[in-house]
């Protein structure tokens, strides 16, 4: 069988690198298993979920490097729910209940000072036709709840049952569903919450494996037995553990905290966003990886850990800065080019400056002090001017080999005694008017024998 996974958030703000962890896995888990990934937007809920957030969470799995094999919109598929609710009715597992959320609240305060458990009660199984006649005749329209498999004849006794799972991540897991309320499958006004489409979706899309967050782990036992109701066999499931900030608090798609668009803005590489959200928080070293493929080779869902893991945003510059140190000209040309980088020079520039850069966006100032000079000339002493005078005056002719430098400076040091700070620090500020950045040796080159003469304070 393929293997076939699916992301399905929901489409209510932009992605967080949280979310693209749970994509990541599911893509990674498919490039792994030589499988197919379905991009699904459960969007049952219409009054937030909103077709321009479907599209931006596109462009950022995208520009992360995730191109699904299909997209699917749950809104879509009401249908197919539909006939689902049908079976489930004829299956007498699926019940009309009339409480209001208050009386629900009641229900479960009552329940607390008796000392037991806060979970619904089947109140509703025992409504008699007259009774649900009056609340109907009284205009209260039924939401709908799933009987949960935890008895043996007696819903209003249940016991002790345990669903189990081997957890691609968590090994083995259980869920007592007789602690769980039955969950509520469709609101008074018919729509859907997530938890049937949800698996309605995983067994008519063929999906072999549900990789998502360990919130989902107490829904799993829920949705175990939904697909048992359904006749279906269910999918093998894996939950990772979530990201939370350094402080601990989760993120939300709903701030935009960390939101993949706004790490794109501050120029950080899909790969350092890619690594750090798959490797954080596993037995792996978080190193930058170069592409997916090479990310795919690290990745291990069992390896994942099962508390909380922590996420650090200084840590996506440590590895962005490692990307740019280590990418190849050809890999930045089209990039550099669009940022008005582009000619002979364009290569060795970006060899010379790679190595001094945190995002690709810096390259632009320094290839501005190179072709007009430094931004702001710097200020010298009457020593330090005579000393660069003196300097100047000793820059071989050309044509210019690879020693230019360091011929230059030799002549330098042998004619002013000068050595060291005294005699770099004064040459970079005035070649380049900042007190540090790439080799002077490969930037000379770059601006030739007539440039450094303009640079000559
Ligand atoms: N829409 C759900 C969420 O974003 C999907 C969970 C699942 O993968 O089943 O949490």
């Known amino acids: 069988m393929t293997v076939t996974v699916r992301f399905a958030p929901s489409p209510t703000g932009r992605i967080h690198i949280g979310n693209a962890r ?6 990674l888990f498919a490039m792994n298993n030589k499988g197919r990934y379905i991009q699904r937007f459960d969007d049952t809920d219409v009054g937030r979920s909103k077709q321009e957030f479907a599209d931006s969470i596109l462009y950022d799995l ?29 299956a007498r597992v699926l019940y009309a209940c009339y409480e209001t959320p208050e009386e629900l609240d009641l229900r479960r305060k009552v329940r607390r000072t008796r000392g037991l458990p806060p979970v619904y009660g089947r109140e509703a199984l025992t409504l008699t036709p007259e009774q649900v006649a009056e609340y109907v005749s009284d205009g209260r329209r039924p939401h709908w709840r799933f009987l949960l498999p935890n008895f043996t004849s007696d819903p209003l006794q249940p016991e002790r049952t345990e669903v189990r799972w081997n957890d691609l991540v968590r090994g083995e897991e259980t869920v007592d569903l007789a602690s769980l309320s039955d969950p509520v499958l469709v609101r008074e006004d018919g729509t859907y919450l997530y938890t049937l489409p949800s698996v309605v979706d995983d067994i008519e899309m063929g999906v072999t494996h549900v990789i998502r967050g360990d919130d989902h782990v107490t829904n799993t036992g829920v949705q175990i037995a939904l697909f048992q109701a359904l006749g279906a066999e269910p999918p093998i499931f894996g939950h990772h553990n979530l990201l939370t900030t350094v402080s601990g608090e989760g993120l939300s798609k709903r701030t935009g905290a960390l939101s993949i668009e706004s790490l794109r803005q501050d120029g950080i590489e899909p790969m350092a966003v890619a690594s750090l959200a798959v490797l954080v928080g596993t037995s792996e070293n978080v ?75 810096d390259a632009v100032a320094w290839w501005r002090i190179l072709s007009d000079g430094p931004q702001e000339p710097a200020e010298f002493s009457g020593e330090d001017r005579d000393f660069l005078h003196q300097a100047f005056d000793l820059l071989p002719e050309e044509p210019w080999n690879g020693t230019v430098w360091k011929d230059w400076t030799g002549k330098i040091k042998e004619a002013t005694g000068r050595k060291g700070k005294p ?18 040796a490969d930037l000379l080159p770059l601006m030739g024998r007539e440039g450094t003469l303009a640079r000559r304070p």
Do not use: C
């Open 22 to 27: 749970t994509a990541l896995f599911n893509w």
């Open 62 to 90: 995208h520009w992360l490097g995730i191109f699904p094999d299909v997209t699917e919109y749950q809104s879509r598929r009401v249908d197919i729910y539909d006939a689902a609710v049908e079976r489930l009715k004829a």
């Open 287 to 361: 190193t930058a990886a170069h592409d997916l493929n090479e990310l795919a080779a690290h990745f291990d869902p069992a390896a994942t850990s099962k508390s909380a893991a922590k996420f650090d945003p200084d840590e996506l510059f440590v590895l962005n800065r490692t990307l740019m140190h280590q990418m190849p000209f050809e890999e930045a040309r089209d990039r550099l080019i669009v940022l008005g980088i582009s000619g002979d020079k364009a290569e060795s520039f970006w060899l010379a400056v790679r190595g001094n850069i945190d995002r690709l966006s």
């Open 423 to 440: 005699l770099f620090m004064p040459l970079r500020l005035a070649l380049t008017g900042r007190t540090s950045g790439p080799e002077l």
